[in-house]
């Protein structure tokens, strides 16, 4: 199946630095790539997502670049706030088309 | 957005007793629902797709016969951990994709999770 490695495993940043989060899938035939963030006890959020025919995308200070040839993705934040500090994962698609397989996560904290 | 709802958010049991979770998606029908499970600073690890009106398709090394799950409507999913031991307990979630399908269209969307203790 899916295997998506996911680095670093944490982040520590301060307050107004950028943060960067990278991903690598093993199926070529993925073809979405989400991002979810998760704060302690509570369900994951999506916060961006990435299809295959686009090689950007940008919300504010979140974008999110994606090198299908590499097959890596990565999740950027600029001008980092205290209440981004959470548990940031990547995601890809199974082969199967249906669930999606997620990195072992990144811990960003973000110190004023 | 669409909304999952999970119950019970939190569940405390005795070894060897069985344990049910549900997974409502309360406002638009879930063909397809995805059951997780999360340890502690752990990623999200699937353990199987729940598809109304047919077997679930499990994830290799979890245990159908001890995780159990119906997915008897659009809207109704549950997990039933059968038999549960104290290495079950976790936190499970579930989620679905108003398509089916986040490949195709659509995010997905989770339920809040339920905190399961066995002692």
Same mark, same amino acid.
């Given at each position: 199946?899916?295997? *998506?490695?996911?680095?670093?495993? =944490?982040?520590? *940043?301060?307050?107004?630095?950028?943060? *960067?989060?990278?991903?690598?899938?093993?199926?070529?035939?993925?073809?979405?790539?989400?991002?979810y963030?998760q704060?302690?006890?509570?369900r994951p959020?999506?916060?961006?997502?990435?299809?295959?025919?686009?090689?950007?995308?940008?919300?504010?200070?979140?974008?999110? $670049?994606?090198?299908? =040839?590499?097959?890596?993705?990565? !999740?950027?934040? =600029?001008?980092?706030?205290?209440?981004?500090?959470? *548990?940031?994962f990547?995601a890809?698609?199974t082969?199967?088309?249906y669930a999606l397989n997620f990195?072992?996560g =990144?811990? !960003?904290?973000? $110190?004023? | 957005?669409?909304?999952v709802?999970q119950? /019970?958010?939190?569940?405390?049991?005795?070894? #060897? &007793?069985?344990?049910?979770i549900?997974c409502?998606?309360?406002?638009?029908?879930?063909?397809?629902m995805f059951w997780y499970r999360q340890f /502690?600073?752990k990623s999200l690890m699937l353990m199987a797709t729940s598809?109304?009106?047919?077997?679930?398709?499990y994830e290799?090394?979890v245990?159908?016969?001890?995780f159990?799950i119906?997915?008897?409507?659009?809207?109704?999913s549950?997990l039933?951990?059968?038999?549960?031991? /104290?290495?079950?307990?976790s936190f499970y979630i579930c989620s679905a994709?108003?398509? #089916?399908?986040?490949?195709?269209? #659509?995010?997905l969307f989770f339920g809040e999770g339920s905190?399961l &203790?066995?002692?």
């Open positions: 199946g899916e295997n *998506v490695e996911q680095h670093p495993s =944490t982040l520590s *940043v301060q307050e107004g630095d950028s943060a *960067v989060i990278k991903c690598t899938y093993s199926d070529s035939a993925s073809n979405y790539f989400p991002w963030k704060e302690l006890g509570k959020q999506l916060i961006i997502d990435i299809r295959s025919n686009v090689g950007e995308k940008k919300d504010q200070r979140i974008a999110v $670049t994606l090198n299908k =040839t590499a097959k890596h993705f990565s !999740l950027h934040i =600029t001008e980092t706030q205290p209440e981004d500090s959470a *548990v940031y990547c890809a698609v082969n199967s088309g990195g072992k =990144t811990s !960003l904290l973000v $110190t004023p | 957005g669409a909304v709802s119950h /019970p958010s939190r569940v405390i049991c005795k070894s #060897g &007793t069985s344990v049910k549900e409502r998606s309360l406002d638009f029908q879930a063909t397809t /502690p600073k598809n109304e009106g047919s077997k679930a398709t290799q090394g245990e159908k016969d001890k159990l119906n997915h008897a409507s659009l809207t109704l549950t039933t951990v059968t038999s549960a031991h /104290p290495e079950d307990s994709s108003m398509t #089916g399908t986040p490949r195709i269209t #659509g995010e905190r &203790t066995v002692l």
